[in-house]
């Protein structure tokens, strides 16, 4: 792999075993680093599949919550770079159950490995595992907080699918209230210049200190609306489900669940270039026929994070 010099003067990167915590970490200076080592990583693997740059390294992939794509997609990064994995996917079957505090979860984990990913569903987390851990913590997805490196991931498949971020309508559909991946995405787009739309249903709507914060980043009004009066002039439609896991009330899921859907008539009267993008999993907010539409690019996203992580890997061990 050609090597990407990320180095500032005094000779180390600023990557080099930096805490991903939030996308507020993040310039627009940072981002283009991130996009072309991720796109470096894309040409290796079609190239040899392989390399061995994390030899020796050891990732904990630490998750208190259910994750397919998060917790697979950086265990591929790491052997794909030819480092190894501890996979604690079920905390029931670890120490955790026992009544064991997070803190000293971490400490246990940072003993054996060099750099744990974690997924928690308490808001915040990553910042108190980064506070006791000599080894970087990856935030792999906090309660309702944030998601950073499925927002990296994001921003690289807009860019690898459209050409660029800049000028683009985003329009974000669903559950804004509770997903951690819309707060971090939002966040990001707020470094380019973008026009955002909201549509949620009531309940769901964006948390006011998310919009007054977009708004000040001068990302536009960034109102709510309906997804009919915007889907024309819509470049990116990224959809959520409803997450469930996060009401207290199951009755209040009921109401707003079923509540918006994208279908084959939606994508009549999108544009021609528009791409429709998930974190997944998808539950029923896009319809299946929408799959065999090549403007659903939720599955070719799947397949960007994993050279996002391996991106995010390699400049965290210092070895781009
Ligand atoms: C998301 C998450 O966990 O926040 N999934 C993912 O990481 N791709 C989105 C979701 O669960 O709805």
Known sequence: MDRINVLPDEGVSRFDGMDILSVKQFNHHDLDIILD???DMREMVDRQGSVDILKGKLLANLFYEPSTRTSSSFAAATQRLGGNVIQINNVTFSSVSKGEELRDTILSMGSYSDAIVLRHPDEGSADIAAEVSAKPIINAGDGI??????AL??????????????????????????????????????????KLNFVAPDLLKAPTALVDSLIESGVGPCKHVDLDSIISETDVLYVTRVQRERFADQSVYEKVNRSYAVNVDTMNIAKERMIVMHP????????????????????????YGMYVRMALLALVFGKV
């Open 37 to 39: 080592v991720a796109r």
């Open 145 to 150: 907080g944030e998601h950073p490196t499925q």
């Open 153 to 194: 991931l994001d921003i690289f498949t807009i860019v690898e699918e459209l050409g660029t971020i800049d000028g683009l309508t985003v329009t974000m559909l669903g559950d804004l209230k509770y997903g951690r991946t819309v707060h971090s995405l939002a966040k990001l787009l707020a470094l380019y210049d973008v």
């Open 280 to 303: 997944l999993p998808r539950v029923d907010e896009i319809s299946r026929a929408v799959d065999e539409d090549p403007r659903a690019a939720y599955f070719r996203q799947m397949e």
